[in-house]
């Protein structure tokens, strides 16, 4: 399985984009990339998933370079409500995949 | 439409105790997937279950087990439970999904909290 490596914190302040990069230089040829959210005491919650390129949806965008073995999760002018949990994870593109987990970024906003 | 639905929200056992946890899945999908979460950690997968049997299994001992019912609902049993089983359970519900049909997207219920004293 390709390993994923983020930064474990960020700080930011309302209204600011956030950025959050992932690495995952092992990435396979059929792996997507998903970013889930979770708030504490609650399960996680995708955001969204792409393979290359840029995928924009309401929520966020995800931007994936040529080789792949990287993503930036992008959180357009952020709220209080966006302090959660943010995970990265490859994998093949089933819903019968076991995901894994790693540590996540702690995203805490400011006012 | 219902989403992902666990019972009981929070747990209290000794150790020794044996405890079940229950999920029901969102609606039309077929396929459970169990996760512990420790405090500070990402959730860690335990097993999955689709067609009424295990199909996938994590680094979890054999304590740890489970069921799947004909209406898709799931069970997790964890037996003779150690002060480690003190957790964050997680059950997710999916289709089998597959490249291009965009229902791969594995949703999570809220969890059950278990604390072994």
């Known amino acids: 399985l390709a390993k994923t490596t983020q930064p474990i914190s960020m700080d930011s302040y309302e209204g600011q984009e956030v950025n959050i990069t992932c690495s995952h230089n092992?990435?396979?040829?059929?792996?997507?990339i998903t970013w889930y959210q979770q708030f504490p005491s609650q399960g996680p919650r995708f955001i969204i998933q792409g393979y290359k390129t840029k995928v924009t949806n309401e929520v966020a965008s995800l931007f994936i370079p040529a080789d792949r073995k990287s993503s930036t999760l992008s959180l357009p002018r952020v709220s209080l409500s966006d302090t959660a949990v943010y995970y990265c994870l490859v994998g093949g593109h089933t819903g019968r995949r076991a995901l894994t987990f790693g540590s996540g970024t702690r995203l805490q906003v400011q006012p | 439409d219902a989403g992902v639905t666990q019972s009981p929200t929070h747990l209290i056992k000794t150790r020794g105790q044996q405890v079940t946890l229950r999920c029901s899945p969102k609606s039309g999908h077929d396929t459970v997937s169990w996760y512990q979460q420790a405090l500070g950690q990402g959730p860690q997968f335990i097993f999955q279950?689709?067609?009424?049997?295990?199909?996938q299994r994590g680094n979890f001992p054999d304590r740890f087990s489970g069921h799947q019912f004909p209406n898709y609902s799931s069970e997790l049993n964890v037996n003779a439970l150690l002060l480690g089983d003190s957790a964050l359970y997680l059950c997710a519900s999916s289709l089998k999904g597959g490249e291009g049909s965009g229902t791969d997207t594995q949703y999570f219920g809220p969890g059950t909290r278990l604390t072994v004293l």
């Open positions: 279950y689709y067609e009424e049997e295990e199909r």
């Open positions: 092992n990435i396979a040829t059929n792996d997507y």
